[in-house]
């Protein structure tokens, strides 16, 4: 729904940096999130941006650009740990809105 | 302290059994919501509640009844459910219906 959309899957090794686009539409657009989910567990918050620019947190970083619609979030010094699927999410109408969300694996 | 219980974690039920999700959170959030989440899909919302009323009800089968007794717990009644509805079943809550919302660990649900 909303357009929410990212990248299927992606590769990196450990140790290196991923950044997972997301760009959304921006009509009736109240916030974005970033939620980590692991195979056969629930989603846990990684970051929430309103407002433009980066916001950092540990070695997570979120970035919004609100007349983009774009987002993206960066993990850095990537663990094997990190290996899950990333999901963007934007707020409508006091609801979330989810992108299929990205398949992050990361390889030793 | 945010976290969301919910029992059981694993349900398996035949199309005319009747049983119940449960959802528990002690963290003072004001609204609760149910997610239907289906094999490498995103979480699909259900239902919102905010200060114990339904306020959010996105055109969800009637073999799916919500009940919010209080302001910590979230149920959701299933009933007559068909096998397309399996999928893990995701509780959240959060401050009000606009803060970061926190997930349970779901409820895998098996319909035979």
């Known amino acids: 729904g909303q357009n929410i959309d990212q990248p299927t899957e992606m590769t990196a090794t450990e140790g290196a940096i991923v950044q997972i686009n997301c760009t959304y539409q921006t009509s009736g657009f109240n916030g974005l999130f970033w939620y980590q989910q692991h195979a056969g567990e629930a989603p846990t918050f990684l970051s929430y941006?309103?407002?433009?620019g980066l916001e950092e947190k540990g070695r997570f970083s979120s970035f919004l650009s609100r007349s983009k619609g774009y987002s993206y979030l960066l993990l850095k010094e990537l663990q094997m740990k990190d290996s899950a699927s990333y999901l963007c999410a934007g707020v409508y109408d006091y609801k979330l809105s989810f992108g299929a969300g990205t398949t992050v694996t990361v390889r030793a | 302290d945010t976290e969301v219980t919910q029992t059981p974690k694993h349900l398996v039920m035949g199309m005319t059994n009747k049983k119940s999700l449960k959802c528990e959170q002690h963290m003072g959030h004001r609204a609760m919501y149910w997610y239907k989440q289906k094999a490498k899909k995103p979480p699909e919302l259900m239902f919102v509640y905010s200060y114990e009323k339904l306020s959010i009800n996105e055109s969800v089968p009637s073999r799916f009844s919500p009940e919010c007794p209080n302001s910590s717990l979230l149920n959701l009644h299933l009933h007559a459910l068909q096998p397309e509805d399996s999928a893990l079943y995701l509780c959240?809550?959060?401050?009000?219906?606009?803060?970061?919302?926190?997930f349970g660990p779901g409820t895998r649900l098996t319909v035979l």
């Open positions: 941006n309103v407002l433009d």
């Open positions: 959240a809550s959060s401050q009000g219906e606009m803060d970061t919302q926190y």
